[in-house]
């Protein structure tokens, strides 16, 4: 029975010790040779969050006080999203002045390690990858094409601390590097690239309160900042934070989740632009050609969403979400939010995940997809779809 039992040991090792080798080569094929495109505020844990992630199923979570591993835990997850944006720029009599469309298909992944070091002391460590591609087009003149790139590394240190038996602290650092190549300007060749190489840092935190078998929680994310040169000139840039707050209830049989986001802006170099060295000293815009860099500018999120076992081994996870968006013609002048004559509009979201368990495994699947992600006034027009899917898997070791 002894060596039977030792058998089955060895083998369940050999098994996962494959499975891991066997799903690692999957992702960094993926990432290795896809075409891919990841907007700078679509990180992990922006693409994976739902209304019950109070419950902490991964360490890709926007607040850091709610993932704590149970052992040494790894985790490999891999997103690959398709965007499609059209936006028209007419007279206000229907008569098309300007336009662009945009084309994108994107890769991210993400490694994290989640160790538990006892007398209520976790530490999370993730790492993410991003590499992007931008395909924008003159409408007036369908030949043209520029791409733009942009290429991202992201590391995280967090500590989840239980200050008491029911309420706990969660404290991260994150440091991003990037490398960005953009045309900024329609009326260029598209061989003039506008490169510049920022480095951001930014800290943040989360609060997590159980309440028998409710979780409120709480988090405040403010923007990273950091420097980059541009063309010898040192400008200070930064990327959005956010402020978030959410509830979650166990009902054993189902969990349900509501939460409520707010995105944080700071004052960013880019929003000054730059000019090439020309005949013309044309201009570059530093967010790029693409209008849901460089125009529209999410504001908040409220997003409802629910948990149910399907078996002992697997879980049904789903959230819808309503995003506000503020079109934002000179970021420069304001912030968005804060010109309340800027035009504002709303649009859906759905996500549906999917997590399998086998003893030492677990392997996550997500889908999202936009809804009604499109406005149009008397100056302009503007749809634009989303599409995502996620792959991820978790080793305890």
Same mark, same amino acid.
């Given at each position: 029975?002894?060596?039977?039992?030792?058998?089955?040991?060895?083998?369940?090792?050999?098994?996962? /010790?494959?499975?891991?080798?066997?799903? +690692?080569?999957?992702? !960094?094929?993926?990432?290795?040779?896809?075409?891919?495109?990841?907007?700078?505020?679509?990180?992990?844990?922006?693409?994976?969050?739902?209304?019950?992630?109070?419950?902490?199923?991964?360490?890709?979570?926007? *607040?850091?006080?709610?993932?704590?591993? #149970?052992?040494?835990?790894?985790?490999?997850?891999? *997103?690959?999203?398709?965007?499609?944006?059209?936006?028209?720029?007419? #007279?206000?009599?229907?008569?098309?002045?300007?336009?662009?469309?945009?084309?994108?298909?994107?890769?991210?992944?993400?490694?994290?390690?989640?160790?538990?070091?006892?007398?209520?002391?976790?530490?999370?460590?993730?790492?993410?990858?991003?590499?992007?591609?931008?395909?924008?087009? !003159?409408?007036?003149?369908?030949?043209?094409?520029?791409?733009?790139?942009?290429?991202?590394?992201?590391?995280?240190?967090?500590?989840?601390? @239980?200050?008491?038996?029911?309420?706990?602290?969660?404290?991260?650092?994150?440091?991003?590097?990037?490398?960005?190549?953009?045309?900024? *300007?329609?009326?260029? =060749?598209?061989? =003039?690239?506008?490169?510049?190489?920022?480095?951001?840092?930014?800290?943040?935190?989360?609060? @997590?309160?159980?309440? =028998?078998?409710?979780?409120?929680?709480?988090?405040?994310?403010?923007?990273?900042?950091?420097?980059?040169?541009?063309?010898?000139?040192?400008?200070?840039?930064?990327?959005?934070?956010?402020? @978030?707050?959410?509830? +979650?209830?166990?009902?054993?049989?189902?969990?349900?989740?509501?939460?409520?986001?707010?995105?944080?802006?700071?004052?960013?170099? /880019?929003?000054?632009?730059?000019?090439?060295?020309?005949?013309?000293?044309?201009?570059? %815009?530093?967010?790029?050609? *693409?209008?849901?860099?460089?125009?529209?500018?999410?504001?908040?999120?409220?997003?409802?969403?629910?948990?149910?076992?399907?078996?002992?081994?697997?879980?049904?996870?789903?959230?819808?979400?309503?995003?506000?968006?503020?079109? %934002?013609?000179?970021?420069?002048?304001?912030?968005?939010?804060?010109?309340? &004559? %800027?035009?504002?509009?709303? $649009?859906?979201?759905?996500?549906?995940?999917?997590?399998?368990?086998?003893?030492?495994? +677990?392997?996550?699947?997500?889908? +999202? /997809?936009?809804? #009604?992600?499109?406005? &149009?006034?008397?100056?302009?027009?503007?749809?634009?779809? $989303?599409?995502?899917?996620?792959?991820?898997?978790?080793?305890?070791?």
């Amino acid at each position: 029975m002894l060596i039977l039992s030792g058998f089955k040991t060895d083998m369940k090792r050999w098994q996962l /010790k494959h499975l891991v080798v066997f799903l +690692a080569l999957i992702f !960094d094929s993926i990432f290795v040779f896809s075409n891919s495109i990841i907007y700078s505020q679509d990180l992990m844990e922006s693409r994976l969050n739902l209304a019950t992630d109070a419950f902490g199923p991964h360490p890709f979570l926007l *607040n850091p006080s709610s993932f704590r591993a #149970d052992e040494l835990e790894i985790f490999l997850f891999n *997103n690959r999203g398709f965007h499609e944006i059209e936006y028209i720029e007419t #007279d206000g009599s229907g008569n098309e002045q300007a336009g662009t469309n945009t084309k994108s298909s994107g890769n991210n992944t993400g490694i994290a390690l989640g160790i538990n070091m006892g007398s209520g002391l976790n530490i999370n460590l993730i790492h993410q990858m991003i590499k992007s591609e931008e395909a924008t087009s !003159d409408r007036r003149r369908s030949s043209s094409e520029f791409i733009e790139t942009y290429t991202s590394r992201l590391s995280v240190i967090a500590a989840v601390v @239980e200050l008491f038996e029911n309420l706990s602290l969660g404290l991260q650092m994150r440091f991003l590097d990037a490398e960005v190549d953009l045309v900024g *300007n329609l009326n260029v =060749n598209p061989r =003039n690239i506008t490169s510049f190489r920022p480095s951001l840092l930014g800290s943040g935190g989360g609060l @997590e309160l159980k309440l =028998n078998n409710l979780i409120i929680s709480a988090a405040y994310v403010p923007p990273l900042k950091g420097k980059a040169e541009i063309y010898s000139e040192e400008r200070i840039i930064t990327r959005p934070g956010f402020a @978030e707050f959410s509830g +979650a209830l166990d009902k054993k049989k189902f969990r349900l989740g509501l939460s409520f986001r707010r995105w944080l802006y700071k004052k960013d170099g /880019k929003s000054a632009g730059t000019t090439l060295d020309d005949a013309n000293q044309s201009s570059v %815009n530093l967010y790029g050609l *693409n209008v849901e860099r460089n125009l529209l500018f999410p504001l908040t999120e409220s997003q409802i969403g629910f948990d149910y076992p399907l078996t002992a081994e697997s879980d049904l996870r789903g959230s819808i979400s309503r995003i506000s968006t503020e079109i %934002n013609p000179d970021i420069g002048d304001s912030l968005p939010g804060e010109n309340v &004559k %800027n035009t504002r509009f709303s $649009y859906h979201q759905i996500q549906v995940h999917f997590i399998i368990r086998n003893n030492n495994l +677990a392997l996550f699947i997500a889908l +999202a /997809k936009s809804l #009604d992600r499109s406005h &149009k006034n008397a100056r302009l027009s503007y749809s634009g779809d $989303y599409q995502g899917v996620t792959l991820g898997v978790k080793a305890t070791l």
